[in-house]
């Protein structure tokens, strides 16, 4: 196993160049995804947590979406937007959006209403409500579900290569069709790495958000 690794080492070290451009698209097939879940599918989890009707509705489309491939969707989405970047962020976008928009709508449900009937009872008017005592009771939550997302997309970006969006995919899928485990561990070591660190990093950022006042209220 020791000289599969030397030899992938040596492979990265003479495609670097390749290789930091597979990392730089692949840190963007993650990042646009994450960016567009994030606008849509926090305000959506929101409302769903306001609205039983609304929650039905969203979270059942969404948990439908889960159990599509993603390999599956980014091949539906090639007639549409073609063998593009466009294509594996349709894929992927889609893939993002339930973890976070699940998570938002579970963390403000959550919140005890006698919480919100103390701050309603001080004069606080909602958007107040929202920013200063929601908001902080829900955001531990909220980051597990952008945690999940993160990790998911970082590894489900590999498909990209399928549709000619580059990426570290494309390491990959070369290894494979050369029968070269040194070339497949060239893109498949940096996508581990990647998602570790994120969740390193996101589990840290949520243990940071779960303040001690915020546990002993929602306790």
């Known amino acids: 196993m020791l000289p599969t690794f ?8 003479d495609n670097s160049d390749r290789l930091l451009t597979a990392l730089q698209q692949h840190l963007l097939l993650v990042a646009v995804p994450l960016a567009i879940g994030l606008v849509v599918g926090l305000p959506l989890g929101l409302w769903s947590a306001r609205s039983r009707l ?3 509705v969203m979270l059942n489309s969404f948990n439908a979406l889960r159990v599509i491939p993603s390999l599956a969707v980014l091949f539906l989405a090639v007639p549409v937007l073609g063998l ?13 959006m339930p973890p976070i928009l699940i998570s938002t709508d579970v963390a403000f449900r959550n ?10 009872g001080m004069g ?4 107040d409500i929202l920013k200063t005592v929601e908001i902080p009771l829900a955001l531990p939550v909220i980051i597990a579900g952008i945690k999940t997302a993160t990790v998911e997309v970082i590894a489900s970006a590999t498909l990209a290569a399928f549709v000619g969006a580059g990426g570290l995919g494309a390491f ?3 290894g494979f069709a050369a029968y070269d485990p040194a070339i ?6 940096p996508v581990a790495l990647l998602a570790l660190l994120a969740e390193v990093g996101l589990s840290a950022v949520q243990r940071a958000a779960q303040a001690p006042g915020v546990r002993s209220a929602q306790g």
């Open 111 to 120: 919140i005890s209403p006698a919480i919100r009937e103390a701050a309603t």
């Open 184 to 189: 497949l561990l060239v893109g498949a070591v």
């Open 124 to 127: 606080m008017p909602p958007v």
């Open 54 to 56: 609304i929650s039905t």
């Open 6 to 13: 030397q030899a992938a080492y040596q492979y990265a070290i």
């Open 172 to 174: 990959i899928v070369l």
């Open 84 to 96: 593009s970047f466009w294509s594996a962020v349709l894929a992927l976008t889609l893939l993002v």
